[in-house]
Nanobody, 124 residues
Framework: QLQLVESGGGLVQPGGSLRLSCVVS????????IGWFRQAPGKEREGVSC????????YYADSVKGRFTISRDNAKNTVYLQMNSLKAEDTAVYYC?????????????????WGQGTQVTVSS
């Protein structure tokens, strides 16, 4: 059974850091681009970052560029999102997703499977 399971969310103060993990099962991670998306209360879900199947290419939304870093360990079936210098506006449910291709990877139309999400709250 195909699964993507996120973890690592929580409550953090502005300026703090969190590392999200996405553990996958039921498919071979090596073959797929994986993305992170987020949805804040009252807002549409948006693409945050994505990483190509080899890990050689990454892409970031302008809002997180320079603060977030995506990485992957295919041997551990895991993709990570390191989030630094967190801001209140980063508060959202974060989802990892399996995608059909790297190009346009911040678009939901390239997503074939979603995780259940993990809550990130940035507040003092």
């Amino acid at each position: 059974q195909l699964q993507l399971v996120e973890s690592g969310g929580g409550l953090v103060q502005p300026g703090g850091s969190l590392r999200l993990s996405c553990v996958v099962s039921g498919f071979t991670l090596d073959y797929y681009t994986i993305g992170w998306f987020r949805q804040a209360p009252g807002k549409e879900r948006e693409g945050v970052s994505c990483i190509s199947s080899s890990g050689g290419s990454t892409y970031y939304a302008d809002s997180v560029k320079g603060r977030f870093t995506i990485s992957r360990d295919n041997a551990k079936n895991t993709v990570y999102l390191q989030m630094n210098s967190l801001k209140a506006e980063d508060t959202a449910v974060y989802y990892c997703a399996r995608q059909t291709r790297f190009s346009l990877c911040l678009r939901e139309r390239t997503v074939t499977s979603w995780g259940q999400g993990t809550q990130v709250t940035v507040s003092s």
